[in-house]
């Protein structure tokens, strides 16, 4: 039996339906319900509704088989994951922009987080005449301590 809706719950007509009933699931349902089961309780054991299992023995006794039937049109060369993945690179996810930011917006949110205002300090370039008087330097104090 359903539970009842509780407030907040989707709508019936919004809730997704469940998988399909795997082939194991299938003939453990036909045959609880050739072993003399009712309805109820196959769809209670199985967990699924009444009506599901109503149409799974309506195919079953027609049939003949609880197999699904081959699917008709030109088959799909890529999966649900690939499609997906193609629809995001050609959607970015909301929130997104579409395009980049502006130098205004940029510099708004690095003075906000105060990383604008550290400079580098201007020092001379080091030629080899400044390279070697440091040298001589650092060899002169070397051991001043």
């Not at 023995?57 to 699904?68: R, S």
């Not at 510099?107 to 400079?119: A, D, E, G, M, Q």
């Amino acid at each position: 039996m359903s539970t009842p809706r509780i407030f907040g719950r989707e709508i019936s007509q919004n809730v997704r339906r469940k998988p399909n009933i795997s082939l194991a699931e299938r003939n453990i349902a036909i045959g609880m319900w050739k072993a003399g089961c009712t309805m109820v309780e196959v769809a209670d054991a199985c967990g699924r509704s009444k009506s599901t299992i109503s149409r799974l023995i309506k195919k079953a006794t027609t049939t003949g088989t609880t197999e699904d039937k081959p699917r008709s049109g030109r088959p799909q060369i890529l999966s649900r994951h690939a499609q997906l993945q193609k629809v995001a690179q050609v959607h970015p996810p909301n929130g997104t922009p579409s395009e980049p930011p502006s130098r205004s917006t940029l510099y708004r949110v690095l003075r906000k987080t105060s990383l604008l205002h550290v400079r580098c300090k201007k020092r001379p370039k080091l030629t080899l005449q400044r390279a070697r008087k440091r040298l001589r330097f650092c060899k002169e104090y070397l051991h001043f301590a």
